[in-house]
């Protein structure tokens, strides 16, 4: 067995998809090295976070979570970079499971009835070919034991060509991007919102905009990375 794998990494040399180093035997992904330092945010630790103060008097929500905090040219961003555009979705399922393993620790998680993974519109879905959001929640299921929701939350419009707008045109357009399919699954439900990346929030508010109106729902929020805007 282990002559196999040493001959399948002469021809697939595996590199840590952060740092682009080799990687040893025994790691995946994601260098031991890169997991110890990569910047984690801990926000798990801190309910007045900064990514709870994005979303303050927009989106009542119980947690706020982030695994790391974006850079700009950083490592998180190489991993967000090859999750998205060299499909590497079994990358995203991995950081689920490495961040499920932080929250098991604290309990952060342990009232979460489903998770929900941002929907992408079905023309980008066919366009990509899965979605990232997915693959971060499936490890995340996979980890805290919880039950994932692909078919209650759907997303009617698409939004590619928000980022270019200006920020006040985009609040006025996030009303209708997402629709409930099934109110009655998701009543009286701990719903935990997962998303790859959350920069403005506008999105998140989006699809409260649209589960809001469910009888009882309680909100969290989950993300692989956050980039905070610079306040200056
Ligand atoms: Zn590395």
């Given at each position: 067995?282990?002559l196999?794998?040493?001959?399948m990494s ?15 035997k025994?790691e995946?992904?994601?260098c031991?090295?890169?997991k110890l ?8 630790k ?5 990514l ?6 927009r989106v009542p929500?119980v947690n ?7 850079e700009?040219s950083?490592?998180?961003?190489k991993l ?15 950081i689920g499971?490495l961040?499920a393993?932080?929250?098991i620790k604290e ?5 979460i009835?489903v998770?929900?993974?941002?929907p992408l519109h079905?023309n980008?879905?066919k366009?990509?070919?899965f ?7 499936k490890?995340?299921a ?9 078919i ?12 270019k707008k ?8 996030v009303?209708g991007i ?8 998701l009543?009286?439900?701990h719903?935990l919102?997962?998303d790859d990346v959350i ?10 905009l ?5 009888e009882?729902?309680k909100?969290?929020v989950i993300?692989?990375?956050?980039a905070?805007r610079k306040?200056?």
């Open positions: 067995m282990t196999i794998n040493d001959f002469l021809i697939y040399p595996r590199h840590c998809e952060a740092c682009g180093n080799g990687l040893f025994q995946a992904y994601i031991n090295y890169c330092n990569l910047p984690k945010s801990n926000y798990h801190n309910s007045q976070n900064e709870s103060l994005t979303f303050a008097g929500l706020s979570l982030c695994f790391y905090l974006f700009k950083g490592k998180v961003q967000l970079h090859a999750i998205k555009y060299q499909n590497q979705k079994e990358l995203a399922q991995f499971e961040y393993q932080d929250l309990k952060t998680l342990d009232d009835d998770i929900i993974p941002i079905k980008k879905l366009l990509r070919g979605n990232q959001s997915e693959w971060f929640a490890g995340l996979k980890m805290l034991k919880k039950p994932m929701d692909i209650s939350f759907e997303r009617r419009q698409e939004t590619s060509t928000q980022t200006k920020k006040y045109q985009r609040w006025e357009n009303e997402f629709s409930i399919n099934d109110q009655q699954a009543i009286n439900k719903v919102l997962v920069t403005t929030g506008a999105t998140i508010e989006a699809a409260w649209a589960l809001k109106e469910v009882g729902i909100v969290s993300s692989i990375a956050f905070a306040l200056s």
